[in-house]
């Protein structure tokens, strides 16, 4: 939770350094937050709650490999490809959608609008 709590704040802090309009912190709640729950499970999985969700723990989160005595890095790395291949698929997806936006300006608001607030 409270890693959570760090991660959101340094993401807000780095969309107005970069100067990224969010105005409702999107960004940093769910593409932050949600890498580092991802993230998180391949660190923190242990072998008892794996077993009783999948029926296997052959590979525990990173911390519980380390306490075997092992340095299995099976489950982190996998969640960390997964974390990439959402970024990628994302990009993939949305860069299209917002050119096909800015070439028909529909991208933006009016400029009027824009500085007096649409909210």
């Not at 409270?2 to 960004?27: E, H, N, T």
Request: charged fraction near 15%.
């Amino acid at each position: 939770g409270i890693v959570a709590g760090w991660v959101y704040l340094a993401g807000s802090a780095l969309c107005i350094r970069l100067k990224i309009d969010d105005a409702v912190d999107a960004i940093p709640v769910h593409m932050l937050g949600g890498a580092w729950g991802v993230i998180a499970t391949g660190l923190f999985s242990n072998a008892y709650r794996l077993e009783r969700a999948f029926g296997s723990s052959d590979n525990i989160g990173w911390f519980y490999e380390w306490a075997r005595g092992s340095g299995n890095f099976t489950l982190l790395g996998i969640q960390l490809l997964a974390v990439l291949f959402v970024f990628g698929w994302v990009c993939a997806v949305f860069t299209p959608f917002c050119f096909l936006l800015k070439i028909t300006n529909k991208l933006r608001i009016d400029p009027l609008e824009e500085e007096v607030g649409v909210d």
